[in-house]
């Protein structure tokens, strides 16, 4: 079965310092790979995906992520976090020909401190 | 504006009542899903349904149904045989096909009083 880790459930950072968010995947097809934010009390919104291609993806908020095959990893960053930044954050998975299911890592928690 | 309407936003009920959330979308999506998040948890798949009239059970199925009779609409029940129903409910859709992600509703919050 498909599993996806998010290391670190919450994550601090002061404002304006660079912003980590690790993300693994157990699979030997890779897969479609997709970070989600969510703020509290709402749903989620997509940051960026990676499908194929280039593998560092740019997405919304100034953030990215590189998709890199030999350590399975899809890792979120930020050059410099903001306050508006503060939210939780969800990788997910989506395995090529396996019928449409999705596959979430139990999120992280960012916190940015002024 | 294309997107996904849930409501209502937030539920009370008694233990023993059945409650259905709404979800409607107008992004003309083959699947949709609905996921339970609980704190800590991240998001557990409760069903989805990638055509009309057929749906397949999630990881957490048990004390929930669902129906898929027109392509927009994709309600759920949370039934008496929940056990524990008090949670945050998303419901989400995609195109079912190819590389595309999940869109999700604004969520409705189930408190069971």
């Known amino acids: 079965a498909q599993s996806v880790t998010q290391l670190g459930s919450h994550v601090s950072v002061s404002e304006g310092a660079l912003v980590l968010l690790r993300c693994n995947y157990s699979?030997?097809?890779?897969?479609?790979l997709f970070w989600y934010v969510q703020y509290p009390n709402q749903g989620l919104q997509l940051l960026l995906k990676y499908t194929t291609g280039a593998t560092l993806v740019k997405g919304i908020n100034g953030f990215e992520a590189e998709f890199k095959k030999s350590e399975t990893s899809f890792h979120l960053t930020k050059p410099s976090a903001h306050m508006s930044d503060a939210a939780e954050y969800f990788c997910a998975v989506r395995p090529p020909n396996t019928g449409n299911q999705f596959y979430f890592g139990t999120g992280t928690s960012l916190t940015v401190i002024p | 504006d294309g997107g996904i309407t849930q409501s209502p936003k937030y539920l009370f009920r008694k233990e023993g009542q059945n409650v259905t959330l709404s979800c409607e979308q107008n992004?003309?999506?083959?699947?949709m899903y609905w996921y339970r998040q609980d704190p800590g948890q991240g998001l557990r798949l409760i069903y989805y349904?990638?055509?009309?009239?057929?749906?397949q059970k999630g990881d957490i199925a048990e004390g929930y149904s669902v129906s898929r009779e027109k392509k927009e609409s994709f309600p759920l029940t949370v039934t008496s045989a929940q056990k524990n129903p008090t949670a945050f409910y998303l419901c989400a859709s995609s195109t079912g096909a190819g590389t595309g992600e999940l869109f999700f509703g604004e969520g409705s919050r189930l408190t069971v009083l």
């Open positions: 699979s030997s097809v890779p897969p479609y």
């Open positions: 992004l003309n999506h083959d699947a």
């Open positions: 349904s990638q055509i009309v009239n057929d749906f």
